[in-house]
């Protein structure tokens, strides 16, 4: 079964950087996309950044944008999202994504979130 695990989240002050890591397991990870979703108190879960599985195609959402990098190793089955510039704003639990379509119907896989802290 599908499995994605998040790690790297932590306390870091404004300014700083910081990298998350998702790894996946139970399926074919590099057929498909993945993506980083953020939710924050008292907010909607919102996409972060994503990567297509070929060719490497990225998005980020406006207020990351310059700041985040997002990547994937492929032999690891791993996605990463490299985060910079860090501010307070960014504050939120980090969602680890994708979605898989079988011919049964589709399914949306989730992490179980890593805190992300920005705080001095």
């Known amino acids: 079964q599908v499995q994605l695990v998040e790690s790297g989240g932590g306390l870091v002050q404004p300014g700083g950087s910081l990298r998350l890591s998702c790894a996946a397991s139970?399926?074919?990870?590099?057929?498909?996309?993945m993506n980083w979703y953020r939710q924050a108190p008292g907010k909607e879960r919102e996409l972060v950044a994503a990567?297509?599985?070929?060719?490497?195609?990225?998005t980020y959402a406006d207020s990351v944008k310059g700041r985040f990098t997002i990547s994937r190793d492929n032999a690891k089955s791993t996605v990463y999202l490299q985060m910079g510039s860090l501010k307070p704003e960014d504050t939120a639990v980090y969602y680890c994504?994708?979605?898989?379509?079988?011919?049964?119907?589709?399914?949306?896989?989730w992490g179980q979130g890593t805190q992300v802290t920005v705080s001095s």
């Open positions: 994504n994708t979605v898989q379509y079988t011919r049964t119907g589709a399914q949306n896989y």
């Open positions: 139970g399926f074919t990870f590099s057929s498909y996309t």
């Open positions: 990567i297509t599985s070929a060719p490497r195609t990225t």
